[in-house]
Each structure stands twice: as structure tokens, then as C-alpha cells.
């Protein structure tokens, strides 16, 4: 940051404007940000435009820690837990098979399950590990895959609870950074233009564009966004009403400020319910 930093200042120095000087250190200063800027800096009102980009930017962060706040333990609760049990099954279990198939005592159905089982894991379990690494390695490369993406985003949508916890994320994702953007100047169809990027690859790039062309032709921002059915009703219904009482940028906010609520509050649930439920099916 401190050499960025030092070569933005040069940059001014030489006559570059801050936005220009920006847009050429993309991995340090996103393109949205630069776009905004460049807003400020045209409407005279710089000032404001990076009170909101750190605004954006602050909110974009609590997101990120609420997701992965509420994720974080449960995960290590299964990855240690899963680790002990394979541990226990592959090396423990067929150790203490031997003794019992030695004794030549007939054993109950739930010990003879788990005796096949660690000699099952304890045969094949290298495999299994090879095929589980192919597969996480063949689900990166399809989600690098545009076309991919968009199936498995379908599926993800279409997966109770955790669909509309992914739609909640992304649309106030978008929201707030359309919010921003409105508020540092910029127009609708270039705030638009800048979401898309922001969003990357995906349905909800895909919606984002749709509106963007749509809003050209001269529909309602609303009916545009409601048109691609993966943003949240909610946000959508908000907007509406923004645009219909000419306050955009404030119902923007409201809905980006509602989202962040409700997907906390999931969390925090989906959390609770985690916690003792890992523990009971790792004993």
C-alpha cells in the first residue's frame, strides 16, 4: 500500500487527475472506485464521493466477517471432527477387528457395520482421497467456466435456505454499491455498468446487464432488475417505490440496510443450529 500509494502521489504530481492516477493500479483501487472519483472529481464534490467509497467499502467488509464469522466454526468443527472419525475408522477399527474375529463370538449388526466400514476405509481410502481432490479440483475449473458457473449458480438458488441466503448476499452487494454510486454522481446506466463488473461472471452479472440495457431503452430501473428473477422481491419493491417517490438513492440504502439485517440474522440461526448439531454427529 505505502509503495501504491507513493506512485499515486507521483502520478499527481506529474498532472494525472486522482482518477486516472487510480485507474492504473486496478488491484489496488478497483475500477468501481476509480469510476467514482472520476464522478467527484468532475462534479466537485470529492470529498463526499470518498466519504462514501470508504462507507461502501466498510460495508462490503462487515459482509465478508459476518459470512465468514458464522461459517468459520462449524467448518473446523467438521474438518477435525471428520479427520478424527477417519482417523478412528481407517487405523483403529481394523486393529480391533482382529480381536474380536479371533474370539469368533457372534457380534451385533451395528459392530459388524462399523467393523466393514474402517476395513472399507482403511482398503480404499486413499482413492476416495484422490477422487475427493479431482473433483474439488474439476468444481474450481467449472466455476471458472462462465457457462458452468451459471448451472451450478442455478442449483445454488434452487437449494433451500441456502439459494435465498446467496441471492440476500448478492443483491446487497449490489444495492450498496448502486447506492454509492448514485450518491457520488453517477448516472444510472454507468452505476449499472459498474455493478457488472463488481459482480463479476454469473446470473446476477447477467441481471445487472439486462436492466443496464433495458434502462437505455427507457423502462424503469425495478421492472428491468425484476425482469432476470434472482434479485430479492423485497429489494426490488423497494426500489420501486424509490423510484416512483424520487428518492433512489435513499431506498437504495434502506434495502442494502434491510438485507445486511436479514442475512445476519440467518446466520446467527443457521450458527446456533450448526454448532450442537455438528457436535452431536461427530459423537
Same mark, same amino acid.
Given at each position: 500500500?505505502?509503495?501504491?500509494?507513493?506512485?499515486?502521489?507521483? &502520478?499527481?504530481?506529474?498532472?494525472? /487527475?486522482?482518477? &486516472?492516477?487510480?485507474?492504473?493500479?486496478?488491484?489496488?483501487?478497483?475500477?468501481?472506485?476509480?469510476?467514482?472519483?472520476?464522478?467527484?472529481?468532475?462534479?466537485?464534490?470529492?470529498?463526499?464521493?470518498?466519504?462514501?467509497?470508504?462507507?461502501?467499502?466498510?460495508?462490503?467488509?462487515?459482509?465478508?466477517?459476518?459470512?465468514?464469522?458464522?461459517?468459520?466454526?462449524?467448518?473446523?468443527?467438521?474438518?477435525?471432527?471428520?479427520?478424527?472419525?477417519?482417523?478412528?475408522?481407517?487405523?483403529?477399527?481394523?486393529?480391533?477387528?482382529?480381536?474380536?474375529?479371533?474370539?469368533?463370538?457372534?457380534?451385533?449388526?451395528? *459392530?459388524?457395520?462399523?467393523?466393514?466400514?474402517?476395513?472399507?476405509?482403511?482398503?480404499? /481410502?486413499?482413492?476416495?482421497?484422490?477422487?475427493?481432490?479431482?473433483?474439488? #479440483?474439476?468444481?474450481?475449473?467449472?466455476?471458472?467456466?462462465? *457457462?458452468?458457473?451459471?448451472?451450478?449458480?442455478?442449483?445454488?438458488?434452487?437449494?433451500?435456505?441456502?439459494?435465498?441466503?446467496?441471492?440476500?448476499? &448478492?443483491?446487497?452487494?449490489?444495492?450498496? *454499491?448502486?447506492?454509492?454510486?448514485?450518491? /457520488? /454522481?453517477?448516472?444510472?446506466?454507468?452505476?449499472?455498468?459498474?455493478?457488472?463488473?463488481?459482480?463479476?461472471?454469473?446470473?446476477?452479472?447477467?441481471?445487472?446487464?439486462?436492466?443496464?440495457?433495458?434502462?437505455?431503452?427507457?423502462?424503469?430501473?425495478?421492472?428491468?432488475?425484476?425482469?432476470?428473477?434472482?434479485?430479492?422481491?423485497?429489494?426490488?419493491?423497494?426500489?420501486?417505490?424509490?423510484?416512483?417517490?424520487?428518492?433512489?438513492?435513499?431506498?437504495?440504502?434502506?434495502?442494502?440496510?434491510? #438485507?445486511?439485517?436479514?442475512?445476519?440474522?440467518?446466520?446467527?440461526?443457521?450458527?446456533?443450529?450448526?454448532?450442537?448439531?455438528?457436535?452431536?454427529?461427530?459423537?
Amino acid at each position: 500500500m505505502q509503495a501504491s500509494l507513493t506512485t499515486l502521489r507521483a &502520478q499527481i504530481v506529474e498532472g494525472a /487527475g486522482l482518477a &486516472q492516477a487510480m485507474s492504473t493500479m486496478p488491484a489496488v483501487f478497483p475500477p468501481i472506485y476509480a469510476g467514482m472519483v472520476e464522478a467527484g472529481e468532475t462534479s466537485g464534490a470529492l470529498d463526499k464521493v470518498l466519504l462514501r467509497i470508504a462507507d461502501h467499502a466498510e460495508s462490503a467488509a462487515r459482509l465478508r466477517a459476518k459470512v465468514q464469522g458464522a461459517l468459520a466454526y462449524p467448518a473446523i468443527m467438521a474438518i477435525i471432527g471428520s479427520g478424527i472419525v477417519t482417523f478412528l475408522l481407517a487405523y483403529v477399527v481394523p486393529q480391533v477387528s482382529r480381536v474380536f474375529a479371533e474370539a469368533g463370538h457372534g457380534l451385533p449388526l451395528p *459392530t459388524r457395520v462399523l467393523m466393514s466400514l474402517g476395513q472399507a476405509i482403511s482398503a480404499f /481410502g486413499p482413492a476416495a482421497l484422490l477422487v475427493g481432490l479431482a473433483a474439488t #479440483l474439476g468444481a474450481r475449473l467449472a466455476w471458472a467456466n462462465p *457457462t458452468a458457473k451459471r448451472r451450478m449458480e442455478k442449483v445454488v438458488l434452487a437449494t433451500p435456505w441456502v439459494g435465498r441466503l446467496s441471492r440476500d448476499v &448478492q443483491t446487497a452487494r449490489v444495492t450498496h *454499491t448502486l447506492a454509492t454510486l448514485l450518491g /457520488g /454522481g453517477v448516472t444510472v446506466v454507468a452505476a449499472l455498468a459498474a455493478c457488472r463488473s463488481a459482480a463479476g461472471q454469473g446470473l446476477f452479472a447477467d441481471a445487472v446487464e439486462l436492466a443496464r440495457t433495458e434502462i437505455s431503452e427507457g423502462r424503469p430501473l425495478a421492472s428491468s432488475l425484476e425482469a432476470s428473477a434472482v434479485l430479492s422481491p423485497m429489494a426490488v419493491d423497494m426500489i420501486r417505490v424509490g423510484e416512483k417517490s424520487s428518492d433512489l438513492e435513499n431506498m437504495l440504502n434502506s434495502a442494502a440496510h434491510s #438485507l445486511d439485517e436479514e442475512i445476519r440474522l440467518r446466520l446467527d440461526m443457521a450458527a446456533s443450529v450448526l454448532e450442537p448439531a455438528i457436535v452431536v454427529a461427530m459423537a
